[in-house]
């Protein structure tokens, strides 16, 4: 049989015990905390790096996978037998991992032009269960035998028809990342508002501000459920404060009569760029 073998990368937040079970392969993304590299999912768990997150004395920093590493990926999946490799990425518009997923495929068939192995790249436009909810379909589909061609066009259509909203609890972070201005992340602060975000086409935008806590999780649930296709799967994504996201599950589960299909802490990555305190829930958008 042609098997198909999924992969992708560690800000997509699968759960370990998915991706021992569907035999996805994760590639890591190098961390930096204060002069020190780690390795996501090796080297720590998402909770215990947010704690090194609040100790450290800079923003951490994170860099992306290179071509030379899928390129391992590529060979390594041929001389293990499959037929096609789909990589499934991160945000092309806020890391460079799918332009070296890319460059890492074209060079392989120049190299090995004898090589019948069919590799897909696709972008999720997306980050966390965004993109790592769509990662684990599509390699439950893999398992079934589905053809790589049917797999990548689930993945562009749950890529194009995905919807985040996410609300960062402290401005520092996403101030410090460059995901807000300066100035707004300054009077937001001073004003205690709480931001909504989404991503339109890849790029962050502001849907609403909030003010005060207690209106992010009645907020989140209801524009999650008014723009959700009815009755299919949604996924809450945890920071800091576990307990906000249950609340979240909970909000969302009255609104549409079942739970989330995932939770899942955020990883590096995401901490990194919108801090280890949020939440966030993730639909299939019917408006799009």
């Known amino acids: 049989m042609n098997r198909t073998l999924i992969v992708t990368d560690s800000a997509s937040d699968v759960l370990p015990e998915l991706e021992t079970r569907y035999g996805i ?19 720590f768990t998402p909770p215990e790096f947010y704690q090194m997150m609040l100790g450290a004395h800079a923003l951490p920093t994170h860099s992306q996978v290179t071509p030379m590493e899928f390129t391992t990926v590529f060979e390594q999946a041929e001389a293990d037998g499959y037929g096609s490799v789909i990589y499934i990425s991160i945000n092309s518009h806020g890391s460079g991992t799918f332009n070296s997923a890319c460059v890492a495929r074209d060079s392989y068939k120049e190299d090995h032009p004898e090589s019948e192995l069919k ?33 990548v066009s689930f993945c562009e259509d749950w890529a194009k028809k995905s919807t985040i909203f996410f609300t960062p609890f402290s401005l520092e972070y996403v101030r410090k990342s460059g995901r807000v201005s300066c100035a707004a992340a300054f009077v ?8 909504v975000i989404t991503w339109v086409d890849g790029d962050s935008k502001t849907l609403a501000k909030l003010r005060g806590e207690k209106l992010v999780v009645p907020t989140l649930a209801k524009m999650a459920a008014e723009k959700m296709v009815p009755k299919t799967d949604y996924c809450v994504i945890s920071g800091l404060r576990p307990e906000i996201a249950d609340q979240l599950a909970a909000e969302m589960e009255k609104l549409v009569g079942y739970p989330p299909a995932m939770i899942a802490s955020a990883g590096p990555v995401i901490a990194i760029n919108a801090g280890p305190d949020l939440v966030a829930v993730c639909i299939r958008d019917k408006t799009k």
Request: glycine content about 12%.
């Open 188 to 195: 937001g602060g001073l004003m205690g508002l709480k931001p």
């Open 25 to 43: 392969r994760i590639l890591p993304f190098s961390i930096v905390v204060d002069g020190q590299s780690y390795v996501e999912r090796r080297d």
């Open 119 to 151: 590799i897909f790249c696709v972008d999720s436009l997306s980050y966390s269960l965004g993109y790592g909810y769509m990662v684990v379909e599509a390699a439950k589909k893999a398992e079934k035998g589905v053809s790589p061609e049917e797999i």
